[in-house]
T-cell receptor, first 116, second 115 residues
């Protein structure tokens, strides 16, 4: 069965510093992978997704993620953190069956804090 | 021009009551979902509908009954509410991809508190 592990439930960085949020997945089939962001009291917004095309995926707000099959990882990075990046981040892997559509299996989430 | 909307945003009720949460999407998608986010922010799928037909039904108590009157709506009815039902419930929608998962668009959530 597919699963996702996010290392670190809470990450704190200074404004302008590199953001690195870790995600490892387990999947019996070539995975589709997603990063979503949740701002306080809001729904989830897609940051980026990997669907077996380029391994380096660029998303919104300056975020990107690299799919590494050998490491079963899909870590999220941003070169320079901004105060507005403070939020909860979720990594998700697809779980799908032929002709049955699919569902997302989410990691536990990582709360990103940005210090001035 | 909200893509996925839910009502109500907050719902406070007593144990044993029956309540409903409504979801509507105007994206033209044919697949809709209900997810539950617990107090530790863990998200888990509950149900998925494609063209008004139930296609995913996770291990959810049968007190929870989804209903899809048309492709744009997916409502969640909960009978005999329990304390453990307190959570944030998210509706989502996507295109249907056989053998795949397309981007899911989430609503703002409904925070249910059972007293």
């Amino acid at each position: 069965a597919q699963s996702v592990t996010q290392l670190g439930s809470h990450v704190s960085v200074s404004e302008g510093a590199l953001v690195l949020l870790r995600c490892n997945y387990s999947s019996s089939v070539p995975p589709y992978l997603f990063w979503y962001v949740q701002y306080p009291n809001q729904g989830l917004q897609l940051l980026l997704k990997y669907t077996s095309a380029a391994t380096l995926v660029k998303g919104i707000n300056g975020f990107e993620a690299e799919f590494k099959k050998s490491e079963t990882s899909f870590h999220l990075t941003k070169p320079s953190a901004h105060m507005s990046d403070a939020a909860e981040y979720f990594c998700a892997v697809s779980d799908h069956a032929e002709n049955q559509g699919g569902k997302l299996i989410f990691g536990q989430g990582t709360e990103l804090s940005v210090k001035p | 021009d909200t893509a996925v909307s839910q009502t109500p945003k907050y719902l406070v009720t007593q144990m044993g009551n029956d309540k409903s949460i409504k979801c509507e999407q105007n994206l033209g998608h044919d697949t809709m979902y209900w997810y539950k986010q617990d107090s530790k922010k863990f998200l888990k799928i509950m149900f998925s509908y494609n063209n008004k037909e139930l296609i995913i039904n996770e291990t959810v108590p049968n007190r929870f009954s989804p209903k899809s009157p048309d492709k744009a709506h997916l409502n969640l009815h909960i009978n005999s509410l329990e304390l453990g039902d307190s959570a944030v419930y998210f509706c989502a929608s996507s295109r249907f991809l056989a053998g795949g998962v397309d981007t899911q668009y989430f609503g703002p959530g409904t925070r249910l508190t059972v007293l």
